[in-house]
């Protein structure tokens, strides 16, 4: 049986997802999950897990950094993207293989880290979910560091408004289901409107986590309000203007009444000793 659905895995294979982290909104993304992988991973060479790693888009440069990354995803398509790019890039990584977020082959206690920078929000059931932080926890030695990212349940709703998307009656009644739920669905497989995934609020991700037996969790956002505004383009495109709105981001990154307004956001949680 395949571990993703099947428009899960069509919209991966389109193979857009590494070019969208590259510029504009996908650019700022990219840059603060590094930017907050940089500050709270254990020094290179630790062992890191990339879970649902997909193209190497993180992997790569932790690797680049003196990491021991393992690369693991579902989709064949980025595990052939992952190797072209690690060799053009001249980095090696420790693996690349396909695997499951809720069955991972990885031995227990092997791993100083583990990324699920995408798995969360593609496992719909909550019981996967709660399977694929298990395992995270499984394979972490004591004391290691998860850092597993969710979608904000009003990530739809901000975007539609930004993007002209809310224009689209179709679109708005999947912000509906979005909202009442926080299960995102794309019946009319319009290729913008995202694919099957669950969008978590803030203190449910923290909720999910800490139930997997991690006692120790933080939810920081990634983009924070600015990635839907109206100017945001000409913002990011001048280099003053983006060095400090890198530096605001991480300063109201843990604001608790903007948390939900951030397209994504990431729970760093730290195992027991």
């Known amino acids: 049986m395949d571990s993703i659905p099947k428009e899960v895995r069509a919209h991966y294979e389109a193979g857009q997802e590494s070019e969208r982290l590259r510029a504009g909104q996908g650019e700022l993304e990219r840059l603060r999950t590094q930017a ?14 990339d879970v649902g790693g997909g193209a190497g888009v993180y992997a790569i440069p932790l690797a680049a950094a003196g990491y021991q990354v393992h690369l693991i995803d579902p989709v064949e398509l980025h595990l052939d993207q992952a190797r072209e790019a690690a060799a053009a890039a001249g980095v090696r990584l420790a693996s ?8 991972l082959e990885a031995k227990a206690a092997t791993a100083d880290a583990v990324l699920l920078l995408g798995p969360l929000y593609h ?11 298990a395992e995270s926890r499984r394979v972490l ?3 290691g560091v998860m850092v597993a990212a969710g979608i904000s349940r009003f990530a739809s709703l901000i975007d539609g408004v930004a993007q002209g998307f809310f224009r689209d009656e179709a679109f708005r009644q999947i912000v509906a289901g979005d909202l009442e739920s926080g299960q995102h669905r794309n019946p ?8 099957t995934a669950y969008f978590h609020r803030p203190d449910e991700l923290v909720a999910e986590v800490r139930e ?12 924070g309000p600015v990635w839907s505004a109206g100017r945001f383009e000409e913002t990011w495109s001048d280099p003053v203007q983006r060095a400090r709105l890198m530096e605001f981001l991480s300063t109201v990154e843990r604001e608790e009444s903007i948390l939900g307004a951030s397209a994504h956001f990431l729970a760093v949680a730290r195992g027991p000793r």
Do not use: C, N, W
Not at 96 to 103: S, Y
Not at 188 to 195: I, K
């Open 188 to 195: 009319v497989g319009h290729p913008r409107y995202f694919t």
């Open 96 to 103: 690349i293989e396909r695997g499951d977020a809720r069955k």
């Open 123 to 133: 496992l719909t059931d909550r019981g996967d979910r709660m399977e694929a932080i």
């Open 36 to 49: 907050i992988l940089a500050r709270e991973l254990p020094a290179a060479p630790a062992t890191v897990y």
């Open 141 to 143: 030695k004591p004391g």
């Open 212 to 223: 997997g037996g991690f006692g120790d969790v933080v939810v920081v956002g990634v983009e």
